[in-house]
RNA sequence: CGGGGUGUGGCGCAGCUUGGUAGCGCACUCGCUUUGGGAGCGAGGGGCCGCAGGUUCAAAUCCUGUCACCCCGACCA
């Protein structure tokens, strides 16, 4: 394939465009692979399309190579499929809808559970039908709320998404682990670091999940990390549970009038002020915070539920969303306060709060209180504090909860150190879906007994637009894109510098011998441009082997250069084409 | 959905405060010169000033409304 620059559906900016912020939108508009046609929806141009299909391409083989089998849904898709797995309502504003001339509902597709599903369950009826794997590569809608970051985040996206389909949960462990592997082959290919966290499943269901995330600071996604190789999403992070501390002989709890201390900033100031301590300062960390949100449930009840946790740290909105799904969490409203007059608020207390207590309102605490531990926290009663109130002797929670905020240099769950904080891009997701999916549209089979069983399910992603994004975050440098060979949109950039007609001859010779050896060259046969342009042209554009073809000729060689490292050499012209071929194989 | 910002030719921007019918750089076309790191000179083409109302003799400019886009947050298998 020759690529002319003279004839290429290319238009290079000089200059970023003023809305591109993060290096990948950037230097993807001004270097003519994509532009923007709506929000969150961009054109491929030829150079951008040609990335585009470079990484469909290796997302597919690998699926290939695992054995997975492509089909095609439509994206366009009636409302029924969603409604019988209660989607039609539970996806929320982030689905496109839209009604057909006769009125009926339809969707474009945000992922298509239903649709692999239904089909399996049209063609199979047998355990010996399973496992099954199949895939697609197709584009999704999400109305998303705010597309973001060029690629990154956009309402028309394309995605591979791959589902599993076994009869026993051990299958569905195999299947899960042969999407694992897959996922590890394509990312290595398309030279994108990762790294896998435990995930939540949230919304979706199921049991097991891992992300691939991309570390990079676009990203949206927060993990963490430690030296040790821990890493996992925020929502995942368990708490290193601390061990009982004896306190037998710790002081009787004691209630004090602590006026004005609304906020724990108050209350530590007041304590140092008046309750001064020999041996140490108050600090926050010697208070328990109590805060009080209302879950409302899935068929509509409100329940108030009060997070007891150190008060130098604040709950996490996603992690306590996360451990109280598929309740969602809403502010504590003074409304509220006026209907649950046990709650005095600012100076929430234990006393007052259990399952068992008179409120009879849920109490959880985050799982470093644990019993012996001593606490300085509110007493139910405005401008008052009760100190040296201990866990296990003085109150007892209803249980604990994973909603505080993870901090830098938090410990790994696992002992492998302390933890990082980061963000990534999330490239893929694989995970156990179980039988959420089949369950609710009677996905059964007959197993080895003649006895219907529901097949569980696995599904797996990869953001395939996302991923050139990435990939250009992670290879770009000053100058430009910098591809990895295997997504470049062309083997070789030759350049031809100066006017004299034998330079072009060269130039196009060479570009001539290296199509017919199966290369794709992007040719830069403009005659009035000038040689500075087209050398930041090449940079810009990022093919990672750059050919310049002119002042040497005279002297018989052309030179030879590597777009990452800039290494430079001169080749006789006899030999260039070969030697280009050897050093891109290589 | 909350906060902030921006809409003027393909791109980047000025003009708006103080109304008088649009300008600069890049890109594009033609000619001559130039050709290894974003060339020079000359001559050109291209703009419903986001949209709709209003004020005014006159609106890119003032007023009202509206739409779009970008950034931060919320949201986001």
């Given at each position: 394939m020759l690529l002319r620059m003279s004839t290429l559906f290319l238009r290079t900016l000089r200059e970023d465009p003023a809305d591109a912020e993060i290096p990948s939108h950037r230097l993807l508009l001004r270097a003519g692979y994509i532009r923007r046609a709506a929000s969150g929806g961009y054109t491929w141009l030829p150079l951008g399309y040609r990335v585009y299909r470079n990484v469909e391409r290796i997302v597919r083989e690998e699926m290939?190579?695992?054995?997975a089998q492509e089909v095609h849904f439509p994206a366009l898709l009636p409302r029924e499929p969603y409604e019988a797995s209660g989607r039609w309502t539970a996806y929320g504003d982030n689905m496109f809808r839209l009604k057909d001339r006769r009125g009926s509902d339809h969707l474009l597709a945000p992922t298509h559970e239903e649709m692999f599903t239904l089909l399996v369950k049209d063609l199979y009826s047998s355990?010996?039908?399973?496992?099954?794997?199949?895939?697609q590569i197709q584009t999704k809608f999400r109305d998303e709320a705010r597309p973001r970051a060029g690629l990154l985040r956009l309402r028309e996206f394309v995605m591979k998404d791959s589902y599993s389909f076994d009869t026993h949960d051990s299958g569905l462990d195999a299947s899960y682990a042969a999407h694992r592997a897959a996922y590890i082959a394509t990312f290595d290919r398309l030279g994108l670091d990762y790294v896998i966290v435990s995930a939540m499943s949230g919304a979706m269901g199921g049991s097991r999940s891992e992300e691939f995330l991309h570390p990079n600071q676009v990203g949206e996604d927060t993990f963490v990390r430690s030296a040790g190789g821990y890493a996992a999403n925020v929502e995942a992070v368990r708490t290193p549970v601390p061990d009982p501390i004896p306190h037998d002989d710790a002081p009787a709890a004691h209630v004090e009038d602590t006026p004005d201390t609304p906020t724990i900033d108050t209350l530590v100031a007041l304590a140092n002020e008046r309750f001064a301590r020999s041996d140490r300062p108050w600090s926050a960390a010697d208070t328990l915070k109590n805060v009080v949100v209302m879950l409302v449930h899935p068929e509509g009840s409100?329940?108030?539920?009060?997070v007891g946790l150190p008060g130098d740290r604040d709950v996490d909105p996603k992690r306590l969303e996360a451990q109280v799904d598929p309740a969602v969490v809403e502010a504590f409203?003074?409304?509220d306060f006026a209907a649950n007059p046990a709650l005095v608020k600012g100076y929430i207390g234990p006393a007052a709060l259990g399952e068992k207590s008179s409120s009879g309102i849920r109490y959880l605490v985050d799982p470093r209180v644990v019993a012996g531990t001593r606490w300085l926290t509110?007493?139910?009663?405005?401008?008052?504090?009760?100190f040296d109130l201990v866990c296990g002797r003085d109150f007892t929670p209803d249980g604990t909860i994973e909603a505080a905020e993870i901090k830098a240099g938090d410990p790994a769950p696992d002992g492998s150190g302390p933890l990082l904080l980061a963000r990534g891009i999330e490239i893929g997701h694989i995970f156990q879906l179980g039988r959420k999916y089949a369950d609710a549209l009677d996905l059964k089979v007959l197993d080895e007994n003649g006895k219907l069983v529901t097949v569980t399910m696995g599904s797996y992603g990869i953001g395939v637009?996302?991923?050139?994004?990435?990939?250009?975050?992670?290879?770009?440098?000053?100058?430009?894109?910098?591809?990895p060979r295997e997504v470049s949109p062309a083997d070789v950039h030759i350049v031809a510098t100066g006017k004299d007609p034998a330079v072009f001859e060269a130039a196009q010779r060479l570009a001539i011998d290296l199509v017919d050896a199966g290369l794709t060259v992007l040719y830069d046969d403009r005659r009035k441009v000038s040689p500075g342009i087209k050398f930041t042209d090449a940079e810009l554009i990022g093919v990672p082997t750059i050919v310049t073809v002119g002042r040497g000729l005279a002297d018989g060689v052309v030179e030879l250069r590597d777009r990452r490292t800039d290494a430079r050499r001169d080749l006789p012209v006899a030999e260039a084409a070969a030697t280009i071929r050897q050093a891109i194989q290589a």
């Open positions: 290939d190579r695992m054995g355990y010996k039908d399973l496992p099954l794997w199949i895939y409100r329940e108030p539920l009060v409203t003074e409304a509110g007493a139910n009663q405005a401008g008052r504090h009760v637009s996302r991923a050139v994004a990435a990939v250009a975050e992670s290879t770009h440098d000053e100058a430009g894109l910098c591809w």
